[in-house]
């Protein structure tokens, strides 16, 4: 029992040349930024933008956005530190295995690449639906003459083929034709926000009009508004391919969410002073906000933009995809001729291959609607379990990265032969502080009872608690000054309130998502504990350690 729960908590090193890879790295700063841009600004700018204002806020969405992006900055910021750090394909299943352990990574990595494959399924069919809707379902009769359903669609596969097989030609190409549709897609943001200050009725927002739902809507808006921000982890991905890592992976994860922060704010201050929010169609928000102004020739060219962002965002899933399967491969997680890259294009091909053949099926039998059900719980997750990995590796005698002795830790270390040793108070106050967080998020869910006195009680009493046990955290432990380019400043302060946003956020996401969860993790569970966890390079140093162990007393 003893060797299992080893194999389950054991952590990696990189030993040797970090930068070293088969991967082709030829990814410059720009390139970085680009991939995040395509990845954030999708169809989120042209559809989530007017649900929000028409259903939640009102004009009072800008303020929803501007939070929403706070939030997300805290989890790049926790990225930033790694990525400066760990130039490698995986993004945050490489960090949780560095920091906290096999089994925790795989969950993430497992997870990853369910989203990746659902989020690019969702985004195709979305590009379908809007294709159909600025030419009169033309594609959408075809397939029902075809199987007498709108079901099926046989033009999302075709699509997610031929994105794959530019991705499968090699990075160079990948990121031409991404920071082609990119730029397109930020001249026609650039347009609309132009032109809707130009058409600007600033009597929309006078008299009490640009909050007309109260303070607490411009929080359930930011919580919706986050998801537009979710993509930003595609720039950490692709950090195995990129020339100069260590700067260029935190400047663009911060460069990209200050960029689509204020691209956000701007566009939905611009709709909303165009057209009074009850009138945004949530549909085609833009269209019909240009229409209401007369210029119908307008929404052609937001048109233009909306598929160049909605294709571009498929290609980062698609781009994204197999770098998350070839991370895991490469560990013997998953199985390892996934890992396979072809030495002409240095790409991982079967990993591309076998991912969109997954996304073709998904695209082509679940609507959009379906697809929806299936949020972002596992992007949640790792952004989650990064913050609490900073943590880690903020306080870790040991570097996990490296497994070198930063220094001697004071007291007795929960600690394994070939891994990270922290002190036996500070693992129970990060657990208690964790516990905590949860307690409180579920508090929350409670929220219709907020002038009941034991839910005002109990919101005071876990936040003193938690406040108590993280100020203890900080003065017991010290910081390993690491001459790193990014480094998430007020720890642990500042990422256990990324991890209470992340965690509030899951516990948002309907029944749906978490039976889907539940039963991805069943059949992940099966992968790793019939195969993954005795392929792991750990494994052969897990059996000569029990081989050396003596006999315990009887």
């Excluded at 028409?54 to 989890?75: D, H, I, M, R, Y």
């Excluded at 909050?211 to 195995?240: C, K, L, T």
């Excluded at 109990?458 to 003065?475: A, E, G, Y």
């Amino acid at each position: 029992m003893a060797g299992m729960l080893r194999r389950l908590v054991r952590t990696r090193q990189l030993r040797g040349d970090v930068m070293e890879t088969e991967l082709d790295r030829c990814l410059t700063t720009s390139d970085l930024c680009l991939i995040g841009i395509g990845s954030m600004v999708g169809s989120g700018m042209y559809v989530l933008t007017g649900e929000i204002a028409n259903k939640v806020t009102g004009p009072a969405v800008v303020l929803s956005f501007l939070v929403a992006g706070v939030a997300s900055g805290l989890s790049a910021w926790c990225y930033g530190e790694f990525g400066s750090r760990v130039p490698k394909a995986g993004s945050a299943y490489v960090y949780t295995y560095l920091t906290i352990g096999e089994l925790a990574a795989f969950v993430i990595g497992w997870n990853m690449i369910l989203e990746h494959v659902i989020g690019a399924a969702a985004i195709v069919r979305g590009l379908v639906g809007y294709i159909n809707a600025i030419t009169s379902d033309v594609l959408f009769n075809f397939s029902e003459q075809l199987f007498h359903t709108q079901q099926l669609d046989p033009f999302a596969p075709i699509i997610v083929l031929l994105v794959g097989l530019i991705v499968s030609m090699g990075v160079r190409h990948s990121t031409t034709v991404n920071n082609i549709l990119t730029a397109v897609n930020i001249s026609v943001a650039l347009f609309v926000v132009v032109s809707g200050f130009f058409l600007a009725d600033f009597s929309l927002w006078a008299d009490g009009k640009f909050m007309p739902n109260g303070v607490g809507s411009v929080f359930e808006g930011a919580a919706q508004a986050y998801f537009a921000y979710v993509g930003y982890d595609s720039i950490a991905i692709a950090s195995e391919e990129a020339v100069t890592p260590g700067f260029s992976i935190p400047f663009a994860l911060a460069f990209d969410v200050f960029f689509v922060g204020l691209l956000y704010c701007s566009i939905s201050a611009a709709l909303t002073l165009m057209i009074p929010y009850q009138q945004i169609d949530i549909t085609a928000a833009f269209a019909k906000a240009f229409d209401y102004n007369g210029w119908l020739w307008a929404k052609y060219v937001v048109s233009t933009g909306a598929v160049a962002a909605i294709t571009c965002a498929l290609l980062g899933m698609i781009f994204t995809m197999p770098r998350c399967i070839y991370a895991m491969a490469s560990d013997g997680l998953v199985f390892r001729f996934l890992a396979r890259v072809n030495p002409s294009t240095q790409v991982p091909v079967v990993a591309t291959l076998v991912g969109c053949i997954f996304i073709a099926i998904f695209a082509f039998v679940f609507t959009l609607q379906e697809l929806a059900e299936f949020m972002s719980i596992g992007t949640l997750l790792a952004y989650g379990i990064i913050a609490l990995a900073v943590i880690v590796l903020r306080y870790s005698p040991v570097d996990p990265i490296t497994g070198d002795v930063i220094r001697k830790d004071e007291g007795r270390p929960l600690v394994h032969e070939h891994g990270n040793a922290l002190s036996t108070r500070q693992i129970a106050l990060i657990l208690g502080s964790v516990l905590l967080i949860l307690a409180l998020n579920f508090v929350l869910m409670w929220k219709e009872h907020y002038r009941e006195w034991w839910f005002a009680t109990s919101l005071v009493l876990l936040t003193v608690n938690l406040l108590v046990l993280l100020i203890w955290l900080f003065l017991i432990s010290s910081d390993n000054e690491a001459s790193v380019t990014c480094r998430v400043p007020f720890v642990p302060f500042l990422p256990a309130l990324s991890f209470f946003v992340n965690i509030y956020l899951m516990l948002q996401l309907n029944v749906y998502t978490w039976i889907r969860f539940g039963v991805w993790m069943a059949v992940g569970f099966v992968i790793y504990f019939s195969y993954g966890i005795w392929n792991s390079p750990l494994e052969t140093t897990d059996q000569e350690l029990e081989s050396k162990a003596p006999p315990s007393d009887q």
